[in-house]
Each structure stands twice: as C-alpha cells, then as structure tokens.
C-alpha cells in the first residue's frame, strides 16, 4: 500500500526533477512576410544539433520542405543544396516571401524531457500569443499546424472548442476577420505516412487558398 507521505515524497521528487531540466526559449524569430495569406505553426524546434540551417524545419530527417519542394515544383528535393547535405535557407525564405506563408510556432519556451525532436518529450512552459501575430499579418486567412501537439496547443490558445480531423478545417472569427484553422499531418518521419500522401494534403489546403 502507498503512504500519503510516500506519495507526496514522489511527487515533490518529480517536481524537483522537473525543476531541474533546462528551459529552452524559441531561437527564432517569427517568420512573417506583410503579404502573408497563411501562418504555419508548429511546436518547437529540435534540438540544434540536429539542425542543417537557422530556420524552421531544420532536421534533414524532417520532411516539410521536401513536401513543399513536391507540391510546387515536382521536386522533392528542390529546396536541398546541391552541394552540402543541408536545406536551402535562401531558397526557402525568397520562396515563402512570394507566396506569402508565414511561420512560427506554437510554443515560445519549453522543458525537453528527453534529449529529441519527439513532440512527446516537450513540456511547454509559455505559449505563443498567436492572437498578436495574427495583428501583424493583417490579409492572413488561414492557419495550419503541423502535428498533435502544435494542433492541440493552438486550439487552447484560440478557444476552439474542437480539434480538427487531419486534412480538415474549422473556421473561426478574429477582430472581423473569418479565418480558417487547418490541421495538416506531421512532416516527421516518425508519423508513418509517406511523402506523397502527406503532399496530397497539403495540396488541399492551398488550392483552397487560391496559393497553387
């Protein structure tokens, strides 16, 4: 049988452990072209050994520019440098300023429980006030997220009583503004759906937006 006490000494432990992981602040900037039609929000960026560039979506294991690179110009690996194993910062930003996507994420600090990219290892600490980059981005009409967490997190931050399916969207008002939140699959490798499928999906969500 376990004691109150016992019970109370493994929580105040747990606490203490807690305490002790480090609380990573967000890296980066916002994202945000003035002619923005779309802001992109994730969770948090992996940690930077992992990264291939200062920018969003840096794990050359992670597949949202390989998606992007498919649906735009029937390249997977358009946005690769050619010579080094890296993404394309330059490529990617000329590209996301003329189509006017922004991007962010969900989550401006948290606790890494484990050492990875996994959303189930991050503990966040302080939200984004994703209400105040929707002031910034005034002709924006949309919202994506990009896997569970970063959906479930923007949901609380907006008051949306409900969690769209994957590949579908709610609508929702914002200082007069109709806007739509679309749920989009994750671009990690981890969530098992192969490149093609996912670029399908993401297909919808800007045909809808007139972006494609």
């Given amino acids: 049988m376990i004691t109150r006490k016992s019970s109370d000494q493994a929580k105040n432990q747990q606490e203490k452990d807690l305490s002790e992981i480090q609380i990573e602040t967000h890296p980066l900037d916002p994202f945000l072209p003035s002619n923005a039609l779309l802001l992109m929000l994730g969770s948090f960026p992996p940690p930077k050994i992992r990264w291939s560039m200062d920018f969003y979506y840096p794990n050359l294991n992670n597949d949202m520019w390989r998606i992007y690179g498919q649906l735009f110009y029937d390249d997977?690996?358009?946005?690769?440098?050619?010579?080094?194993?890296?993404?394309?910062?330059?490529?990617?930003?000329?590209?996301?300023?003329?189509?006017?996507?922004?991007?962010?994420?969900?989550?401006?600090?948290?606790?890494?429980?484990?050492?990875?990219?996994?959303?189930?290892?991050?503990?966040?600490?302080?939200?984004?006030?994703?209400k105040e980059l929707l002031k910034r981005?005034?002709?924006?009409?949309?919202?994506?997220?990009?896997?569970?967490?970063?959906?479930?997190?923007?949901?609380?931050?907006?008051?949306?009583?409900?969690?769209?399916?994957?590949?579908?969207?709610?609508?929702?008002?914002?200082?007069?503004?109709?806007?739509?939140?679309?749920?989009?699959p994750s671009s990690s490798r981890a969530y098992p759906i192969n490149i093609d499928r996912k670029a399908a999906t993401y297909r919808i969500l800007f045909q809808d937006l007139k972006m494609l």
């Avoid at 484990?114 to 302080?126: F, Y």
């Fill in 76 to 130: 997977k690996n358009y946005f690769l440098c050619k010579t080094i194993k890296k993404f394309d910062k330059d490529k990617i930003t000329d590209f996301l300023s003329e189509k006017g996507i922004a991007i962010f994420d969900c989550a401006k600090s948290i606790r890494r429980l484990k050492h990875n990219a996994s959303d189930n290892s991050l503990e966040i600490v302080e939200k984004v006030d994703v």
């Fill in 137 to 184: 981005i005034s002709q924006c009409k949309a919202i994506s997220t990009t896997g569970l967490k970063a959906t479930e997190t923007t949901c609380c931050i907006l008051g949306l009583k409900a969690i769209p399916q994957i590949g579908e969207y709610l609508e929702f008002s914002f200082e007069n503004r109709n806007l739509r939140f679309y749920r989009m």
